[in-house]
């Protein structure tokens, strides 16, 4: 158990639909990153918050968006969904957000667009 | 962008053979790490190796680093039936981990 936790652990919608991902860090961490994968594109880093800021922004579209909680929780909300979209979307936190730190996974959220 | 490609996409081994993945990334980095992801799971970490270190071992894990190729390897000596998984490299090079696609590795028993 890495202690990163996400809800829910799969999400089936409907194109054109507005979805939230959740995601706690591991206890003690104040960054927290997510990342989309797919079969084609592989692993792609979104979006990076550190202690309830951005700090760094990926391959997010704008359809996209993030944001960090005071309590460093986070959400990840995925607006006017398209089939593409359909990926395991992971949450990671680490403790400072420093690249030369490790990351520690939640298990993801397999998303389905129908 | 992908910093790090691993090669090869996909590995077959028998249990007991060891198992080579090898990274390329193209900028300059600090640090780059090896993970294991399980079948529709979460990565974790197996280990870091710095830019000024050339090698490093982990159990039955073996890190090089050869940062004038930019180029890694990660070696599993003795492989399991438990091994197989998917192996990505992450590169740092200033920005959140960048990872490859990974290589897929199957231990037959």
Redesign the interface.
């Known amino acids: 158990d890495?202690g990163?936790t996400q809800t829910p652990k799969h999400l089936i919608t409907a194109t054109g639909q507005r979805v939230t991902l959740r995601c706690s860090p591991r206890s003690g961490d104040l960054s927290v990153?997510w990342?989309q994968q797919s079969l084609d594109q592989?692993?792609q880093?979104l979006i990076?918050y550190y202690n309830g800021e951005e700090?760094?922004k990926?391959n997010i579209l704008e359809r996209f968006s993030a944001q960090q909680f005071p309590d460093l929780h986070s959400e990840l909300n995925l607006s006017s969904l398209e089939l593409g979209d359909s990926a395991?979307y992971?949450c990671?936190s680490s403790n400072l957000g420093t690249?030369?730190e490790?990351?520690?996974?939640?298990?993801?959220t397999?998303l389905s667009v129908l | 962008s992908?910093q790090g490609e691993e090669d090869p996409q996909a590995l077959s081994i028998q249990e007991g053979e060891n198992a080579t993945m090898n990274c390329s990334y193209k900028t300059s980095i600090?640090?780059l790490?090896w993970?294991r992801q399980n079948s529709?799971?979460?990565?974790?970490?197996l280990i870091?190796i710095?830019s000024n270190e050339r090698e490093k071992h982990s159990g039955r894990l073996r890190v090089t680093l050869d940062t004038s190729k930019k180029s890694s390897s990660l070696l599993i000596t003795a492989s399991r039936a438990a091994d197989t998984a998917s192996y990505?490299c992450a590169t740092?090079?200033?920005?959140?981990?960048?990872?490859?696609?990974?290589t897929r590795l199957s231990v037959i028993a």
């Open positions: 890495s990163v990153y990342y592989g692993l880093f990076q700090r760094a990926g395991l992971f990671a690249p030369n490790k990351l520690f996974f939640g298990s993801g397999q | 992908q600090n640090n790490q993970y529709g799971r979460g990565l974790v970490h870091l710095r990505f740092d090079g200033g920005t959140p981990l960048v990872f490859g696609k990974g």
